[in-house]
């Protein structure tokens, strides 16, 4: 297996940078788009055989050291019991929103029967690949936004009210989302996922407040009981609000997107990996302009920590596969002068 993915994620040593992006697989690939006007997202999810095709994919065709388990944030949603669509542009849309103690009651726990595709997914994806296979789920603030709003939103108002006027339901909703989340997490690491990251995109709304005290005890607890599985736990958010906690966020890799200034990490005096964090518009431009902004990159990185090059956060359906091929090209290259390999 090509384990250059899982080496970086433990601060190993490794040969070249590892290259990996998130939504690998999506509507930039002619093969996914046509698979999309067929299925809906949910129907690939529950569907192991288009599932494996599509998240394996991207792996082919772009030589990359690590496969995403086709998913989404919301899939949890689905052995909860909560009726939801995904719809092109929109994103998810629930049918019904979390309101009071009723509603989260009313929420059912995690049970692997109703998720079995997810498992069977996973165990082809072993059999298939020679690269490591990263699970996912979306952190407790992201997710529980998605239940308090019924769909993407701007200012998340209905989710902050929650957490500030009626703190006694949010602790409850949080518990609850907090140990239904590790139980699917635990499940795709059980079923041989080799890491799992946390998509906590939505926390940059919040401030420093409200984080520390609504949300970072559930985050911490997630993670401890995680890393008992002992595969590495990547931790992905939106802005700079997490590095100020970062100390307590005990994730093996720190994942940021382009507006953090990467350098600021790698002087920090703790143990963790890094991954991002190229702006995914750059992808969007000439090659010798990518080729500029990916050796700016990686000029910050130094060899005390293991780095993983990703975008700060998915591929954009605009992007020509040329260019993302030349750029895990020109990485790998890249990896290999400054490794000596």
Request: proline share 3%; net charge neutral.
């Amino acid at each position: 297996m090509n384990t250059r993915f899982l080496k970086a994620c433990n601060n190993e040593k490794v040969d070249t940078i590892p290259v990996w992006f998130m939504r690998q697989a999506g509507r930039y690939l002619n093969e996914y788009r046509k698979i999309r006007e067929k299925y809906s997202i949910i129907e690939i999810i529950k569907n192991p055989e288009i599932c494996v095709y599509v998240s394996i994919l991207p792996v082919k065709k772009l030589n990359v050291d690590a496969c995403i388990l086709f998913s989404d944030l919301t899939t949890p949603l689905i052995f909860m019991d909560v009726e939801f669509d995904i719809v092109e542009n929109e994103g998810p849309i629930l049918l019904k929103t979390i309101e009071n103690y009723k509603d989260i009651s009313n929420l059912k726990n995690f049970d692997e029967r109703k998720i079995y595709f997810v498992g069977e997914t996973i165990s082809i994806l072993k059999q298939s690949l020679d690269v490591p296979i990263i699970g996912f789920i979306g952190g407790q603030f992201t997710f529980v936004s998605y239940l308090v709003e019924g769909k993407a939103t701007r200012n998340f108002i209905k989710t902050k009210f929650l957490m500030l006027n009626e703190t006694k339901i949010w602790h409850y909703l949080m518990e609850k989302i907090t140990e239904n989340l590790f139980m699917f997490a635990k499940y795709q690491i059980e079923k041989g996922v080799d890491a799992l990251q946390i998509f906590d995109s939505w926390i940059y709304v919040l401030g420093s407040y409200e984080f520390e005290n609504f949300v970072l005890p559930y985050l911490e607890n997630l993670i401890s009981k995680l890393k008992s599985f002992k595969v590495p736990i990547i931790y992905f958010s939106l802005g700079d609000l997490a590095i100020k906690f970062i100390n307590k966020i005990d994730a093996d890799v720190f994942s940021v997107d382009w507006r953090v200034d990467i350098s600021q990490l790698f002087n920090i005096d703790k143990k963790f990996a890094i991954q991002g964090n190229l702006d995914p518009c750059v992808l969007l431009t000439s090659f010798e302009n990518i080729k500029l902004r990916v050796e700016m990159l990686l000029n910050q990185i130094k060899n005390n920590k293991g780095y993983i090059f990703n975008c700060g956060h998915g591929i954009l359906p605009q992007t020509p596969i040329e260019n993302v091929k030349m750029l895990v090209e020109f990485v790998h290259q890249k990896g290999r002068e400054i490794y000596g390999s």
